[in-house]
């Protein structure tokens, strides 16, 4: 099992730039969240999907902020335009809903600097 | 609205002791998470508790949870260097879906 892929592992662009993220969650898993990790906020969640569908995106901090999942291996997270505050690490991470423990897992992050 | 808090926020100590984290959540919850986090890392799952008295362990760390006190604890017994990273508490918003609210994290050094 390949877990939850992420990509770019690292991404540094400019202000007001459009920036999109990539999860690809573990095959199976019909929940997918976002989260974002900064040393002032700590970990944050911003939206989630449950069979692709957005369940609860009131973590979302500005329309800045789009997510979408089109299918059940894919979802995009999109900044546009970004902004220095956005500089966080980003993860995914999925879950089978039914499972006893509703367990999460967690991609490696993508590590974003706006500048 | 949910809120999870942990104590400490910072840990140092030295390899051999034993030590507890606390984690204290505002409301009812039917779940609760430890993680683990190495530096520039994931997240990885240490232990799920579901239920009033519930106590897992691994190795040198042990959770237990009680629910009704909103209050989760990590033990570390005879600490190891290995062990040196930082830990969170999640708990689950309710329901079988939701996301995670998470503690700050505690960040465990421990010296040789």
């Known amino acids: 099992d390949a877990g939850v892929i992420q990509s770019p592992r690292h991404e540094v662009t400019e202000m007001g730039q459009e920036v999109t993220l990539r999860c690809k969650p573990i095959?199976?898993?019909?929940?997918l969240f976002w989260y974002r990790q900064t040393m002032m906020r700590g970990l944050e969640l911003l939206i989630y999907f449950n069979n692709n569908v957005p369940i609860d995106d009131s973590g979302m901090p500005e329309d800045r902020f789009s997510a979408k999942m089109p299918n059940a291996s894919f979802s995009t997270l999109k900044i546009q335009p970004s902004e220095p505050r956005d500089s966080a690490v980003y993860f995914c991470?999925?879950?089978?809903?039914?499972?006893?423990?509703?367990?999460?897992?967690f991609g490696p992050g993508t590590r974003l600097t706006v500048l | 609205e949910l809120k999870v808090e942990q104590n400490p926020l910072f840990l140092s100590m030295q390899e051999g002791k034993n030590y507890t984290i606390y984690c204290n959540y505002s409301?009812?919850?039917?779940?609760l998470y430890w993680y683990r986090q190495d530096p520039g890392k994931s997240l990885e799952s240490l232990f799920v508790?579901?239920?009033?008295?519930a106590v897992k362990q691994e190795g040198r760390l042990m959770a237990s949870l009680d629910t009704k006190a909103r209050l989760s604890t990590l033990h570390i017994t005879a600490a190891v260097h290995d062990l040196s990273a930082t830990y969170f508490c999640?708990?689950?918003?309710?329901?079988?879906?939701?996301?995670?609210?998470f503690g700050k994290g505690t960040h465990l050094i421990i010296q040789p």
């Open positions: 095959s199976g898993h019909n929940s």
């Open positions: 508790l579901l239920s009033n008295g």
């Open positions: 409301t009812t919850s039917d779940r």
């Open positions: 999640a708990v689950g918003r309710g329901g079988g879906a939701d996301g995670l609210t």
């Open positions: 991470a999925s879950r089978f809903q039914f499972s006893s423990y509703n367990e999460q897992f």
